[in-house]
């Protein structure tokens, strides 16, 4: 008898170990799938999605032929909605040597994003500020000290770092008012941390960020090489692509991300752009092959922008030119930077959909799903404002905690820890199928 028992008992046992196997198999597909997606768009391939190279076409047929072979239908004959763009681009050299030493682009320093063409060896131009001079009378005095010099065939060199956030911004606007003050170019040294950003516009002179101290005041020189190319009226695309609902088809729920990033500063330095927005982008492409196998009564849009890093461009097209009445859209949600968690998320305009909020809460309490979810207001920090400005009630939810990388060169596949995507992923989908 108690030999019976036993072998009931291991027999139950392994039925459970296999239910418990079986059941972690289907979660990691999840996650390998993310992982496929994020490697393929992160990868030199694809450049940083950027608009140097066309970047932004190979990342947006990807997205194409994921949707194709999750089953989504288009809206018209094409997954794609063309629109144009303007953006500065640097597709040739990106050299800077100060003093004789070699600085590493994206690691050393960074072109500003609107930073012009700039090939020469020039003279150094120290400007000295105190740090604990927080006067603003000072940098008038500064400023005024600046026009008045002679500053052609220069580089001028600064301490960032030394300005008051207040300070800083009137120097800045001094800096794109005179032109640089004459000068070939500035460069701002920080101790900070390098952060890149992308610009519809071009200088007429040459800005960079580097990090570091200011070099001596005398007998210093700057060698750079900076090759930038003005593109207007570029042509990029959305990519969208939808679900059928089964009994209410005429009402959508809509899923977004945007796919670009910043894309290449010079020849072989590019922003592979993980969390922002690879993490995303896969997290839609999940939901999307979720929603092929197992639709909604809603019919469910999945759209991906972009044009965001320079400015939400591509969903402010879309909501100029929309594929189906924006009127028609129950509840958007916007996933940008979800490739944490440690932290739990967090939901812009939670404040202004209390009744939605209060559910996504709810619904993580009742599954023990992320840390926390955490409210905020109404923010213009992504492709959901877009809508929010039409009208269309929407989330942006992003993850917290984990890597700091942001817009550098160390958003990185390898570093992403994906803590609490799968948890994600599912509670989204408990969301959508409770509205």
């Not at 979660?27 to 490697?39: E, G, M, N």
């Not at 005429?250 to 690879?278: C, Q, R």
């Not at 944490?340 to 305009?349: A, H, R, S």
Request: glycine share 8%.
């Amino acid at each position: 008898m108690k030999l019976l028992l036993s072998a009931s008992k291991y027999c139950l046992l392994f039925v459970l170990g296999l239910l418990s196997f079986r059941d972690s198999k289907a979660q990691s597909s999840t996650l390998t799938y993310a992982h496929r997606v994020i490697d393929t768009l992160t990868s030199v391939a694809m450049d940083g999605r950027g608009y140097t190279d066309s970047s932004d076409w190979k990342a947006a047929g990807f997205i194409k032929q994921e949707m194709i072979h999750a089953g989504l239908q288009p809206f018209g004959e094409n997954y794609f909605q063309p629109y144009t763009l303007n953006a500065n681009v640097f597709p040739g050299s990106m050299k800077l040597n100060l003093n004789g030493k070699d600085l590493v682009a994206g690691k050393d320093f960074l072109a500003d994003a609107g930073s012009g063409s700039c090939k020469g060896k020039f003279r150094v131009e120290v400007i000295s500020k105190a740090a604990s001079d927080t006067a603003i009378s000072s940098i008038y005095k500064l400023l005024k000290e600046l026009a008045n010099q002679k500053n052609q065939g220069l580089v001028l060199f600064i301490a960032k770092d030394d300005f008051t956030k207040e300070q800083y911004q009137l120097w800045h606007q001094a800096l794109y008012e005179s032109v640089a003050f004459g000068a070939i170019g500035v460069v701002e040294c920080t101790d900070k941390k390098l952060t890149w950003d992308a610009s519809q516009e071009q200088l007429p002179w040459c800005y960079i960020q580097m990090k570091g101290e200011l070099p001596p005041s005398k007998k210093s020189s700057v060698t750079i090489e900076i090759e930038s190319v003005w593109k207007k009226n570029y042509g990029s695309q959305n990519v969208i692509g939808y679900v059928k609902g089964t009994s209410v088809p005429d009402s959508f729920l809509v899923f977004t991300a945007h796919y670009d990033h910043l894309g290449e500063m010079g020849d072989g330095n590019y922003f592979p752009g993980a969390n922002d927005n690879a993490s995303g982008t896969s997290m839609v492409l999940n939901l999307a092959t979720y929603y092929a196998q197992h639709p909604s009564k809603y019919s469910i849009a999945f759209i991906f922008f972009s044009g965001e890093e320079l400015g939400l461009l591509g969903s402010q097209y879309y909501v100029s030119h929309p594929l189906f009445p924006l009127t028609t859209i129950k509840f958007l949600v916007n996933l940008d930077i979800v490739g944490t968690g440690d932290d739990g998320i967090k939901v812009v305009n939670a404040t202004e959909f209390t009744m939605q909020f209060e559910r996504l809460v709810k619904l993580n309490e009742r599954e023990q799903l992320v840390k926390v979810v955490s409210p905020r207001g109404k923010a213009a920090n992504s492709d959901h404002y877009s809508f929010y400005e039409k009208g269309v009630p929407c989330f942006f939810i992003y993850t917290m905690g984990g890597i700091s990388a942001y817009h550098d060169v160390f958003d990185r596949p390898e570093t992403l820890p994906l803590t609490d995507y799968e948890d994600l992923f599912k509670l989204l989908i408990d969301f959508a199928n409770s509205l």
